[in-house]
C-alpha cells in the first residue's frame, strides 16, 4: 500500500485543525460554555427587559464580570434574571442592576452599580435595588404627552447608554 | 399528449431513481456500521477528500469574508451601524455561506473527482473483479470515500467560516477603519450556540450526507464508458449542488423554529 | 451435441437462457465443462462468450435454466451466497482489471490479505513464487498503469491463481497482444494447468492458440452450442461449423499476411 506515516500524520494535523476551528466558533465566537452556571449567582427582578436576552453581559465598570443565565416570570409577573457573576467579586446588598443599551442598535446588557453596605451580597440572593430598560416609544410617548417644555418632560430616566 | 406522458415518465424515473439511491445509502450504512472497520482506506479518502481540499476553502473562504466585510460596510455605514460589522459577516457566515459555499466547492472538487474514480473503476472491470475475489466493492471503494465525505465536511466549513472571519476583519478593521474590539465583540455578542453554531455544523453534515451518497452512487452505477463516467461525473455536480440548496432552505426552516 | 467429454464434468449450463433486455444471447444454453482440463469458450461477435464467464461466477444472473459450479448451483443465490462459490474460482479479465491504486505487489497479494490470516512474510513469498512463475520480476512496486499489456495480463494471472483455485475463468487473455507475448500467454497457461490441475475455461478469439491449447471447445452458434474435443470440431462436417473456422481461418491468414 502506499500507505505512508507522513500522510497519516496530515491527515491528523488537518482533522486537529479542523477540530480546533470547530471548537472556536462554539466556545469563542458562539458562546457556548462547557461548565455549568458558575457558583455565584444572583437574582434581579425587572419591569422591563427592553430585549435583554440570556447570555448578555454583565459589567461592573464597563468590565464583563459574568452573563445573564435565564430569565423568567415570578409571581407578580416581573422579569426575574438569574446572573451568573464570576465568583470572588465582593458586592455589597444594595448594589444596583440596571438593564443598559450598547450603542444605538446595540444590545442590552446589565451593568451593576456597587453600593456602600459592608453587608455582602451571597450566592442566591436578590439584589433589590434594579433598573429597567429604556424603551424607546416609552420615552417618545411620555415627550408626546408632557408637552410644553420639552426638558422637564424627559429627563426623568437619568442614564441611558450612549447613541 | 406526449408532453404529459413524457414528464409522467420523468417523474417516475426521478423517484425510481430517488429510491436506488436511499437503498444504496442504506447499504452504505449497513456495511459502514458491521466491522471490520477498513481504516486505512477511510485515512487516505480524508486525505485526499479533506487536505487536498484545504488550500481552496480557505482561499475562498478568505476571499467571501472579505466581500463580505467590504460590501457589509457599504451598507451598515449608511445607518451608522458599521461597528457591528463583526455581526453581519459573522451571522452571514456561520448560518449560510461557510456550510453551502463550502459543500458546493467539496461536490466541484472532491465529489467529481470520486465519482470519476468510481466510475473508472466500473469501466475497467475492476469492480467486478472485486466481486470475483469475494470482496464487496461497497466495502472497499464506496464505503470509505462516503464515510470521508461526512466527516470532512463539516471540518472544513469550520475552516472556510474561520478564514472568512479572519478576511471580514482584515478588511474591515484593517481597511475601513472598524474598531477591532467592536468588530469581535458585536460579533460574539451576536452569534448564539444554539441558534447559528450548532445549525451551522447540522447543515454541514447532512450537506457531507448528500454529497458523499450522490457521488458515490454516480460512480457506483455510471455506464462503463469513458461517455457514462464523463456524464455520471457532471451529474454529482448537477445533482448535489441543486439538492444542497434544496435542503439548505428545509433546515433553515425548520432548525429556526 | 455433446460428443463424450474428457472426465467429468466441473461446470454446467443446463438450458441457460440469457438476455440483456430485448437482445437474446442465447436461448438455451446447455454444455457441459471437464474438470481439470483446458476449454476453450468459441464464437462471433456478441455470440455470448464473456457473458458465459460471467454466468458462472453470478455476476450476471440468466432468465432461465440452471449452472452448477463445482457441484454447486450459481443461478438463484444471493450475493452472499455467491461469495462462497467465487473461493473456489479465479477470473482473469480482459483488461487485467488491476486496481489501479495499488502496486502490481499488493494487487497480487490483495486475495491473500483479504481471505487468509498469513503474515506479511509469507505473503511476501507466496506473491514472489506466483510472480516468478508467471515471468513477472522485478514488478512489485509498479502500479498498473506502468506495465506493458503483456506485463498486466501476466500479473492478472498472477492474481487469479494466487489462491490455488479449482477453476480459473480467461476472459480473451490474448487480446492486445503481439504475437511473442500471444505465445508466452500460451505457455503460460499450459503450464498453469498443468500445476495447478485447475479446471481452465479460456474465451477467445485467437483460434489459433485456442486450439492448440484446448482439451475441449465449446463453440457458441445462433441456435445452440457445438462442442467437441478440437480435432472433431475442425474436421466437423456441420455446416454451420465449418463455415466457422474457415471465416476465422480467412481472417486470421489475412490479419497476418498484411501485418
Not at chain 2, 229 to 256: C, E, H, N
Not at chain 3, 184 to 200: F, G, P, S, W, Y
Amino acid at each position: 500500500m502506499k500507505r505512508s506515516p507522513l500522510r497519516d500524520l496530515v491527515v491528523g494535523v488537518f482533522v486537529l485543525v479542523g477540530l480546533g476551528a470547530v471548537a472556536y466558533l462554539s466556545l469563542g465566537v458562539g458562546g457556548l460554555s462547557l461548565r455549568g452556571p458558575g457558583g455565584f449567582l444572583l437574582y434581579a427582578d425587572f419591569d422591563e427587559l427592553g430585549g435583554l436576552k440570556p447570555k448578555a453581559q454583565i459589567v461592573i465598570s464597563g468590565v464583563k464580570v459574568g452573563q445573564v443565565d435565564s430569565i423568567t416570570l415570578d409571581e407578580s409577573y416581573r422579569a426575574r434574571v438569574l446572573l451568573d457573576i464570576q465568583p470572588g467579586l465582593k458586592l455589597p446588598v444594595d448594589t444596583s442592576a440596571s438593564i443598559m443599551t450598547a450603542g444605538l442598535l446595540g444590545d442590552r446588557y446589565v451593568s451593576l452599580q456597587l453600593g456602600g453596605e459592608s453587608e455582602l451580597l451571597k450566592s442566591g440572593d436578590h439584589i433589590t435595588i434594579t433598573e429597567s430598560a429604556v424603551v424607546l416609544e416609552r420615552l417618545i410617548g411620555k415627550l408626546v404627552y408632557s408637552g410644553g417644555g420639552g426638558e422637564k418632560g424627559k429627563s426623568e430616566q437619568p442614564e441611558q447608554g450612549a447613541p | 399528449m406526449t408532453l404529459v406522458r413524457d414528464l409522467g415518465w420523468a417523474v417516475i424515473r426521478f423517484v425510481a431513481d430517488l429510491g436506488r439511491l436511499t437503498v444504496f445509502g442504506l447499504r452504505i450504512l449497513r456495511v459502514a456500521l458491521v466491522p471490520p472497520v477498513r481504516v486505512g482506506r477511510f485515512v487516505d479518502e480524508l486525505f485526499k477528500l479533506g487536505v487536498l481540499s484545504l488550500l481552496v476553502i480557505c482561499v475562498c473562504g478568505l476571499a467571501v469574508g472579505m466581500v463580505l466585510g467590504l460590501q457589509g460596510y457599504n451598507t451598515l455605514v449608511r445607518f451608522g451601524a458599521e461597528q457591528s460589522l463583526g455581526a453581519v459577516v459573522g451571522l452571514s457566515l456561520i448560518r449560510e455561506l461557510g456550510p453551502v459555499l463550502t459543500a458546493l466547492l467539496a461536490t466541484g472538487r472532491a465529489g467529481s473527482a470520486t465519482t470519476a474514480e468510481i466510475g473508472t473503476m466500473v469501466a475497467t472491470e475492476q469492480l467486478d473483479a472485486l466481486r470475483m475475489m469475494s470482496v464487496d466493492p461497497v466495502d472497499l471503494v464506496v464505503t470509505p470515500r462516503a464515510a470521508a465525505m461526512v466527516c470532512v465536511m463539516p471540518l472544513l466549513s469550520a475552516l472556510f467560516i474561520v478564514c472568512g472571519l479572519f478576511g471580514g476583519y482584515a478588511v474591515g478593521v484593517g481597511l475601513m477603519g472598524v474598531d477591532p474590539g467592536a468588530y469581535m465583540g458585536s460579533l460574539r455578542s451576536s452569534v448564539d450556540f444554539h441558534d447559528d453554531v450548532l445549525g451551522s455544523f447540522l447543515k454541514a453534515l447532512v450537506f457531507g450526507v448528500l454529497v458523499g451518497l450522490i457521488a458515490t452512487y454516480r460512480g457506483y452505477t455510471a455506464t462503463p464508458t469513458s461517455a457514462g463516467v464523463g456524464s455520471a461525473t457532471t451529474a454529482t455536480v448537477v445533482v448535489g449542488s441543486v439538492s444542497i440548496l434544496i435542503f439548505d432552505y428545509f433546515i433553515t426552516a425548520l432548525w429556526g423554529v | 451435441m455433446d460428443g463424450g467429454a474428457p472426465g467429468e464434468a466441473h461446470v454446467e449450463f443446463d438450458r441457460v437462457r440469457m438476455a440483456f433486455g430485448e437482445r437474446v444471447v442465447f436461448r438455451s444454453l446447455t454444455c457441459r465443462f471437464p474438470r481439470a482440463k483446458i476449454s476453450v469458450i468459441l464464437g462471433g461477435s456478441g455470440s455470448g462468450k464473456s457473458t458465459v464467464l460471467r454466468l458462472i461466477g453470478g455476476l450476471v444472473a440468466p432468465q432461465a435454466g440452471r449452472i452448477v459450479v463445482d457441484g454447486d448451483e450459481v443461478t438463484g443465490r444471493s450475493e452472499s451466497g455467491l461469495y462462497a462459490v467465487r473461493r473456489k474460482l479465479g477470473m482473469m479479465f480482459q483488461g487485467g482489471a488491476l486496481l489501479d491504486s495499488l502496486t502490481v505487489f499488493d494487487n497480487v497479494a490483495f486475495p491473500l490479505r483479504e481471505h487468509t490470516a498469513m503474515r506479511e512474510p509469507e505473503i511476501a513469498d507466496q506473491v514472489h513464487a506466483t510472480l516468478a512463475a508467471v515471468g513477472l520480476k522485478d514488478v512489485d512496486t509498479l502500479l498498473p498503469g506502468q506495465l506493458s499489456g503483456g506485463m498486466v495480463k501476466r500479473a492478472a494471472l498472477a492474481r487469479a491463481i494466487i489462491m490455488r483455485p479449482v477453476i480459473l475463468l480467461c476472459d480473451e487473455p490474448f487480446s492486445g497482444l503481439d504475437p511473442i507475448s500471444v505465445k508466452l500467454i500460451e505457455r503460460l497457461l499450459a503450464r498453469v494447468n498443468d500445476q495447478l490441475h485447475a479446471t481452465m475455461l479460456i474465451v477467445s478469439h485467437h483460434i489459433a492458440s485456442t486450439m492448440r491449447l484446448a482439451d475441449w471447445v465449446v463453440l457458441l452458434l445462433p441456435d445452440g452450442a457445438v462442442a467437441g474435443r478440437p480435432e472433431e470440431l475442425r474436421r466437423s462436417t456441420d455446416s454451420r461449423v465449418a463455415g466457422f473456422f474457415n471465416e476465422e481461418a480467412s481472417d486470421a491468414a489475412g490479419a497476418e499476411a498484411g501485418a
